[in-house]
């Protein structure tokens, strides 16, 4: 059974471009949590999801960024337009349900 | 979203030392409590989950104390390799899985 599965590893944009972050749950997994972690700053939650649908968003901003998790296939978070200020670590984690989540490897977002 | 809080720290302790954290939750029909430890930038991993009576397993041990609503890990014989940050986890119902900000703690030779 694969852990949970980030692509890409390191992603670079200019700003202004988009950004699509992937994240496959483990198998048996249909509750998934993304996070950001800033240089030398904890985990900042961002949303929770089961399958086609958005459970909690409130750490989301409101504009440029959304997340989806299809019936079938990854979770996607998308930012838009992305901005220096986007540069971090995004964690992605899966759970059958609220017992403990298991985090993917992170992909590492730089804007140039 | 239902809160948990931890002191950031950081907590700087001799090696061979014991340390304990805190971790506290607002949301008190939580149900699932665990402890995750995050190294320098990298994904956060379960320590260890956190059992009504407690668990131990080997220098590390967790409590859960319902009425306060918090959950304490204590390490002892402290290593050089235990530093790290030390995340609070509490899930229960529609809010799923609520994350503490982590205590970091530096262990000193």
């Known amino acids: ?21 992937r994240c496959s749950p483990m198998k048996g997994h249909s509750h998934v949590y993304w996070y950001r972690q800033l240089p030398e700053e904890g985990l900042k939650f961002m949303v929770y999801l089961q399958k086609e649908n958005i459970i909690d968003e409130s750490g989301m901003p409101k504009e440029r960024f959304s997340a989806e998790f299809p019936k079938e296939g990854p979770s996607i978070l998308r930012i838009q337009q992305v901005v220096r200020g986007d540069s971090a670590a995004y964690f992605c984690a899966s759970s059958p349900r609220d017992t403990e989540a298991f985090f993917g490897q992170g992909t590492r977002l730089t804007v140039v | 979203r239902k809160e948990v809080e931890q002191d950031p720290g950081p907590f700087n302790v001799p090696e061979g030392a ?7 939750y607002s949301n ?4 699932s409590f665990f402890w995750y430890r995050q190294d320098c930038r990298k994904e956060p991993k379960l320590l260890m989950s956190v059992y009504s009576s407690g668990n131990e397993d ?16 204590l390490i002892r014989d402290s290593k050089l390799s235990d530093s790290a940050t030390y995340l609070c986890v509490v899930g229960g119902g529609a809010d799923g899985l ?3 900000k982590g205590t970091h703690l530096i262990i000193q030779p």
């Open chain 2, 98 to 100: 609520t994350f503490g």
């Open chain 2, 58 to 73: 080997g220098r590390f041990t967790a409590q859960l104390n319902r009425a306060s609503q918090y959950i304490s890990l």
């Open chain 2, 28 to 31: 008190s029909a939580s149900q």
């Open chain 2, 18 to 24: 014991t340390v304990a954290f805190n971790c506290t």
């Open chain 1, 1 to 21: 059974n694969a852990g949970v599965m980030q692509n890409p590893r390191h992603l670079v944009r200019r700003r202004g471009q988009e950004a699509r972050l």
